[in-house]
């Protein structure tokens, strides 16, 4: 069974760093592109950026990229979201997704991060 | 990279069919057109993909098209659980995506 599980709520305050995670099972991991996608709360679907956890071949969404970095693991199957200084502006929740076929057929349960002082 | 035009909401009694829209620019809404359906505090679901393909499990009576510029969402014989957010997708070259805007689908 194809799974995509990610790291837990986040609490930070505005200027701080954060990681957050996506670890995949049942499935070659290394062969499918994960995408980002953020949700600010009561909003739609943004696209963020993928990554080919093969060759971490990495894209970014034009209004994001230099905000935010997106890497991975193969060894240990694991997608990650980074951000250098928070912004109370990122408060969001964030998805992890599988690219199949031009589509995104699996998806983590999301990691809601909230950026507060 | 603008995100995709959609109405804001959409209603329809129970059995009743509702079919909305997935505009965007001249570039934007190819084939490579995905639907997702997404419940209050829940992840999003794949419901269409390919423009007009379902993934397994998902009910026929969801349906997707597309003339133009512009992709299609049916969903026929409404039912209850079928009241949710949906959004379209498309591949916007480069290898990045655009989300559509989101319609509110409410079962009166």
């Known amino acids: 069974e194809v799974q995509l599980v990610q790291s837990g709520a986040e609490v930070r305050k505005p200027g701080e760093s954060l990681m957050i995670s996506c670890k995949g099972s049942?499935?070659?991991?290394?062969?499918?592109?994960i995408a980002w996608v953020r949700q600010m709360p009561g909003k739609g679907l943004e696209w963020m950026g993928i990554?080919?956890?093969?060759?971490?071949?990495?894209r970014y969404s034009p209004s994001l990229q230099g905000h935010v970095t997106i890497s991975a693991d193969k060894s240990i199957s694991t997608a990650y979201l980074q951000w250098s200084s928070l912004k109370a502006s990122d408060t969001a929740m964030y998805y992890c997704?599988?690219?199949?076929?031009?589509?995104?057929?699996?998806w983590g349960q999301g990691t809601l991060v909230t950026v507060s002082s | 990279q603008s995100a995709l035009t959609q109405p804001r909401s959409v209603s329809g009694s129970p059995g009743q069919s509702v079919t909305f829209s997935c505009t965007g620019s001249?570039?934007?809404?190819?084939?490579?057109v995905s639907w997702y359906q997404q419940h209050p505090g829940k992840a999003p679901k794949l419901m269409i993909y390919?423009?007009?393909k379902r993934p397994s499990g998902v009910p026929d009576r969801f349906s997707g098209s597309k003339s133009g510029n512009t992709a299609s969402l049916t969903i026929s014989g409404l039912q209850a659980e079928d009241e949710a957010d949906y959004y379209c997708?498309?591949?916007?070259?480069?290898?990045?995506?655009?989300f559509g805007s989101g319609t509110k689908v409410t079962v009166l």
């Open positions: 997704a599988r690219q199949g076929t031009w589509n995104y057929d699996y």
């Open positions: 049942g499935y070659t991991f290394a062969g499918y592109w």
């Open positions: 990554i080919y956890p093969g060759d971490s071949d990495t």
């Open positions: 001249s570039s934007d809404v190819g084939v490579f």
């Open positions: 390919e423009v007009s």
């Open positions: 997708c498309s591949y916007a070259g480069r290898y990045t995506y655009v």
